[in-house]
């Protein structure tokens, strides 16, 4: 089993920054690729970033693009997500996971393990 806790959510004005973070435990974190997902009320999960297991190769959902930078570091068993220029579309629960896969994959269905999740608001 791997346990993932997600913090740094909030609520922030247009245009702001943020991070959230992703903290793993229970097995040897750089085995797997980690990914972000998120999901507004109404709404059905979303692809939003993913990264390999040695940090390498990233995947980012077309609406983030160029805002959103996914990093993790290996050694600290830790996942982050710097969200920058967000909009009030990107406002919802952000979920890390991660995935035995050996590659960034944006498909929910090759994630093993998920957080509980973290809002974000973002107000226009």
């Known amino acids: 089993q791997v346990q993932l806790v997600e913090s740094g959510g909030g609520l922030v004005q247009a245009g702001a920054s943020l991070r959230v973070s992703c903290a793993a435990s229970?097995?040897?974190?750089?085995?797997?690729?980690m990914g972000w997902f998120r999901q507004a009320p109404g709404k059905e999960r979303e692809f939003v970033a993913a990264i390999s297991r040695s940090g390498t190769t990233t995947n980012y959902a077309d609406s983030v693009k160029g805002r959103f930078t996914i990093s993790r570091d290996n050694a600290k068993n830790t996942v982050y997500l710097q969200m920058n220029n967000l909009k009030p579309e990107d406002t919802a629960v952000y979920y890390c996971a991660a995935s035995s896969s050996v590659v960034a994959s944006s498909s929910g269905s090759r994630y093993d393990f998920w957080g509980q999740g973290t809002q974000v608001t973002v107000s226009s």
């Open positions: 229970g097995h040897t974190f750089s085995n797997y690729a």
